[in-house]
Structure formats: structure tokens, C-alpha cells
């Protein structure tokens, strides 16, 4: 009986010290608001006190940030350049693979009706841990682990910021420069029950004709790789 409570005893002891150890290692300091770090991982569907707010303000501290570091990463850009690459930066798909890589993903607290992978839950989270981070430790902790997380390298930096992945623009900029209507509609959207992901169907009519058509996880990529298409078969 003796031995019994004592195990049990012990394992309490880990379940507490666990998520502590969790977020030291990823914040890179000692917190001390733990529930503020669950709150940013609890989507609305599981909880009233979710990560809503957290969100908007990690959103305003991760936009700063990035554009901090592209400026200094890129001294002779211009603004539009500027603005173009931070929006490649904190785009969602970069922020949902982000969050994966940290293993944030395995910790997110979601209600029933939620499927985990539903579009966008990831970088959502992402950006209420930032706002929870500055929150607690102020902007510069939390400028710091955008930088290590989101903006670290200098070479993965650029080559996200300087492939060329918006075909979107690519296009409205090419028919924009011959005059011509570049229209993206979208003409289904279901529900994939084997891969348990919602599916897109978007088409691209320049001048009113279906130039390409596309299918993608997203709205974002299905119309992007309909952009693609659509460009490829203008050359």
C-alpha cells in the first residue's frame, strides 16, 4: 500500500513538472503564468477563455518583428519589397508548418466539432503564443522567440522570402499589364473523408475563359497552383 501511494505520489509530481519542462524548453526562460501559455493553445471551440485575443496581439508582435528583421536583412529594399516578403513570412502556411516543427501542434486544445487539422488552427496558436510571450515577458522575449522560431536563419530567410511562390500576383500583374480580366472562382468545395481535409476547387477565367483549374487543402492553394497552371500556359 505503502509503495502504491508512493509511485502514485511520483507520478503526480511528473504530470505537474512535465508541461513546465515543455515550455521552458521551447520559451528559452522559466515561466511563470503557465495557464496563460495553455490559454493560447485552446482554440474557442473547447473553451470560452480561448486564444482569441492572444492571437490579434501576437499577430501585431510577429508582423513587427518580421518586418524588423526584414529590414535589416535587405538595407537596400524598397518598401514594396519589403511588404511583399514579410507577407511570405507570416503567411498561414508557413506559420501552420512552424508550429508543427516546435511540436505545438500535439498540445492544442480543440472541442469536439473541431477537426485538429481544420485550416488555419496551427498559425492561429503560433500568434497567441506570441501574444501570451509578450504578455508575461515583455517584447523583447517575445521578439526573440519569433526571430528563433519564425525568422531565424539567414539563408532559410531569404530563400522563402526570394522564391517565387505567389503566382497569384504573378498573374493579376500579367494580365494587368495586357489588359486583360483575371478572375478567380471558386466551383466546389467538400469534404476528403479518407485524408479528413476539407478539399477546394477554384478556376481561373482570363477574359472570361477557363484558362486553368486547380484543387488544393486551401483556398490559398488551390488558387495559387490555378495560378500556376494559368501562367504556364500563357508563355
Known amino acids: ?126 500568434e497567441a503564443l506570441a501574444g501570451a510571450i509578450y504578455i508575461e515577458a515583455g517584447f523583447g522575449r517575445a521578439e526573440a522567440f519569433v526571430r528563433r522560431t519564425l525568422a531565424g536563419k539567414e539563408s532559410v530567410l531569404r530563400h522563402l522570402v526570394e522564391k517565387e511562390s505567389d503566382f497569384k500576383s504573378r498573374l493579376l500583374e500579367w494580365g494587368q499589364s495586357r489588359q486583360k480580366s483575371i478572375v478567380f472562382e471558386q466551383t466546389e468545395e467538400r469534404y476528403d473523408s479518407r485524408e479528413d481535409k476539407h478539399v477546394f476547387v477554384y478556376r481561373v477565367l482570363v477574359d472570361g475563359i477557363e484558362a486553368a483549374q486547380a484543387a488544393g487543402h486551401s483556398k490559398r492553394e488551390a488558387q495559387q497552383t490555378a495560378a500556376r497552371k494559368a501562367l504556364r500556359a500563357a508563355r
Not at 537596400?76 to 511540436?103: I, M, S, Y
Open 1 to 126: 500500500m505503502l509503495i502504491s501511494k508512493l509511485i502514485n505520489r511520483i507520478r503526480l509530481i511528473r504530470e505537474k513538472k512535465e508541461p513546465y519542462l515543455f515550455w521552458k524548453e521551447l520559451l528559452g526562460y522559466e515561466p511563470k503564468e503557465l495557464t496563460l501559455y495553455e490559454q493560447a493553445l485552446t482554440h474557442r471551440s473547447a473553451s470560452r477563455n480561448s486564444n482569441e485575443r492572444l492571437e490579434y496581439l501576437g499577430d501585431a508582435v510577429i508582423g513587427l518583428t518580421v518586418a524588423k528583421v526584414l529590414y535589416e536583412l535587405y538595407p537596400k529594399a524598397d518598401e514594396g519589397f519589403l511588404t511583399r516578403a514579410r507577407a511570405k513570412v507570416v503567411c498561414r502556411e508557413h506559420l501552420n508548418r512552424v508550429c508543427h516543427e516546435l511540436g505545438i501542434d500535439k498540445r492544442l486544445t480543440t472541442g469536439s466539432p473541431v477537426k485538429r487539422n481544420t485550416e488555419n488552427i496551427y498559425g492561429n496558436a503560433y
